[in-house]
């Protein structure tokens, strides 16, 4: 099993960088955080999609 944590941080709890990986496991990542079986999921797609979040919610805002 696994949880989202998109509700537990108060700074980056709406972040739209967890949309991708809360919808990925069936989720709404403004919504509760439930658990999920790993069996369930692509390993392989959700870790890429974990990576891209950690990304979007740590990097500095790049100005166009």
Request: hydrophobic share 45%; charged share 20%.
């Amino acid at each position: 099993m696994a949880y989202g944590n998109w509700r537990q941080y108060t700074a980056v709890r709406a972040h739209p960088g967890f949309a991708e990986l809360a919808r990925f496991v069936g989720q709404d990542h403004q919504g509760a955080m439930r658990g999920f079986p790993l069996a369930e999921v692509d390993i392989d797609a959700l870790w890429q999609i974990v990576v891209r979040c950690a990304r979007l919610i740590n990097e500095p805002a790049r100005s166009e």
